[in-house]
């Protein structure tokens, strides 16, 4: 769970809630990346640096870390793609979605509402990273114990270990963790409804939490084409596949955009 390095973001026009972390406001398509819970906009410093010039990344920032550590943590999936969906910009200029664990559901509930209330419109491709194959629900209910929460992070690997033995640290991430948790325990996904918009899954293949199985089951949220690729590394893959993934935007987003896609 390495955030990667903490970079002054670029001003977005839309307040608080998105970070431009490179000079790529002139790219011909946007990439709108959503953090898993507990994480924050950096964490996809990487991947902008990767994709810029030719694609913008816009990465979501939730309120309660880093920045907006100061504002109240929202702790329903409704309450943050709501959040989300009424900030994205409605230039024109042709966008995807990409999520990881929490954020592919977050991201997900935003194109719903982008199809539903018109604005940007629809996403071009929606990215569905981590998958939402098995919520987090130890104890059946929406309230989880910080015990609960630091066993599953180090079952999940990809955090540094210094935060379980860090009280410090501890304090400063475990509010943001305890509403994402309780966001996730609370959601209540939709019936059967599809996406008009492409669907890629990407998944880790030591991540028993999310089986290529499960995250197959992404092609049932679109009437448009699906694809599942899994790559090295358990839940938190991306931290060392970064150039995979963006290999894959890149292609995916240039495949819907052959004239004018990155390149």
């Known amino acids: 769970m390495d955030e990667g390095s903490a970079q002054v973001p670029r001003t977005t026009g839309a307040g608080v809630w998105l970070r431009r972390y490179h000079d790529t406001e002139g790219a011909p398509v946007r990439l709108v990346c959503f953090p898993f819970a507990g994480g924050s906009a950096s964490y996809f410093f990487g991947l902008s640096r990767l994709l810029a010039p030719d694609i913008e990344v816009l990465a979501v920032q939730y309120p309660g870390r880093q920045d907006r550590h100061t504002e109240p943590c929202l702790e329903s999936v409704a309450a943050l793609a709501d959040g989300v969906a009424a900030r994205l910009p409605a230039d024109g200029k042709p966008f995807a979605l990409f999520g990881h664990s929490l954020g592919a559901i977050v991201a997900f509930e935003v194109a719903r509402r ?9 996403p071009e491709r929606l990215f569905a990273s981590g998958g939402l194959a098995r919520p987090y629900r130890p104890s059946g209910t929406a309230v989880l114990g910080d015990a609960d929460i630091l066993a599953h992070l180090r079952e999940m690997g990809g955090t540094d270990e210094r935060f379980f033995t860090s009280p410090e640290l501890q304090e400063l991430i475990l509010p943001a963790l305890r509403a994402d948790y309780r966001a996730v325990a609370a959601y209540e996904p939709p019936g059967p409804e599809r ?27 679109t009437s448009a084409a699906f694809d599942l690729h899994v790559l090295p590394g358990g839940h938190f893959y991306l931290d060392d596949c970064q150039e995979e993934v963006a290999d894959i935007v890149t292609a995916a987003l240039r495949a819907s955009r052959p004239a004018t896609a990155a390149g």
Do not use: K, M, N
């Open 114 to 122: 982008l199809r539903d209330a018109g604005g940007p419109g629809l």
């Open 195 to 221: 996406l008009a918009c492409p669907v890629s899954a990407l998944i880790g293949d030591a991540d028993d939490r999310t089986t290529p199985e499960q995250a197959a089951t992404w092609q049932e949220r």
